[in-house]
């Protein structure tokens, strides 16, 4: 593919975006860019960078997702032949010495610095007003903090999981207004943050997990393997106690209750003192719950 296909659709690109032409129209054309290696002579030449770099707060997951991946593959090819700008044979004055610029800005925003603990938009310095919208702004950045917390992976790439997670959260419980989106936003981001649940972030993060299920996970589900086993051990051990054989408890017709006056009273008795004395009835009535006891 030659500078003028790529500058070709690239304007294809703008306008279709411009145009608010379907999700469809946009992933034919960033699927029709894949394939090449990038030059930074190129980019620069047909600004298709600046073109697909705007896809990636698209609003549909899919297409932000994609020209997120296209544009962090043609920073790879740049780091990868810095020479090639100057190699390619033409007049430009794009010297081999300017190529380690974009590689060294593609590097700062792919490894975040400080404590990965205190992580989130803020110390990212990541805008997260992408959908002029304040409600939603605020939950895409909450998924954001809650996704960077502890996480390795570049700043841009967590936004574009951040905004597929929001946008998939409002399409199941819109609007943004309702309880409903609002205490689902809220519980995806106390599970993320849990430090004990590290795989959740890792799979939502990866994709192993796509936002559309991500949302509608029951709280057993986000549970971190840690957690689950240890319900399973409580819940265990609650089964054995009910287990344990109970005294055996009468009903007798001659008791009254002295709180409702019904005669339903179940008993049982217990050597309580010494063998030389009575035994203790321990009384319970079952139609108001009343207990006494006497010797």
Request: aromatic fraction near 4%; glycine fraction near 6%.
């Amino acid at each position: 593919m030659d500078a003028k296909d790529i500058e070709e659709r690239g304007k294809q690109l703008a306008k279709a975006a411009s145009g608010g032409d379907p999700p469809a129209t946009l992933l034919a054309l960033l699927d029709g860019l894949k394939g090449w290696t990038a030059t930074e002579k190129l980019l620069r030449q047909t600004k298709i960078g600046v073109h697909v770099n705007k896809l990636r707060q698209n609003s549909d997951a899919q297409v932000a997702r994609t020209a997120a991946t296209l544009v962090n593959k043609w920073k790879t090819d740049v780091k990868r032949t810095p020479a090639t700008a100057a190699s390619s044979g033409t007049n430009s004055p794009a010297p081999a010495k300017s190529s380690p610029a974009p590689a060294a800005a593609a590097k700062s925003k792919s490894e975040p610095h400080g404590d990965p603990e205190k992580r989130n938009s803020v110390s990212d310095k990541i805008d997260c007003a992408v959908t002029g919208n304040q409600t939603r702004d605020a939950c895409i950045k909450l998924m954001y903090d809650g996704l960077a917390f502890m996480s390795p992976d570049a700043s841009q790439d967590i936004l574009t999981v951040a905004r597929s997670v929001e946008l998939a959260a409002y399409n199941a419980y819109q609007p943004e207004g309702s309880p409903e989106y609002r205490q689902r936003i809220r519980s995806l981001y106390q599970n993320l943050k849990n430090k004990g649940n590290p795989k959740l972030r890792s799979q939502v993060l990866s994709g192993f997990i796509k936002p559309e299920r991500f949302v509608r996970m029951t709280h057993e589900e986000l549970k971190s393997d840690k957690q689950r086993a240890e319900d399973e051990r409580l819940q265990k051990e609650n089964m054995d106690k009910a287990m344990v054989a109970q005294a055996e408890r009468s009903i007798s017709a001659s008791l009254t209750c002295g709180k409702c006056g019904q005669k339903k009273v179940s008993y049982s008795q217990a050597q309580t003192r010494s063998a030389d004395e009575p035994m203790t009835t321990f009384c319970e009535c079952t139609v108001c719950g009343n207990r006494w006891k006497f010797s």
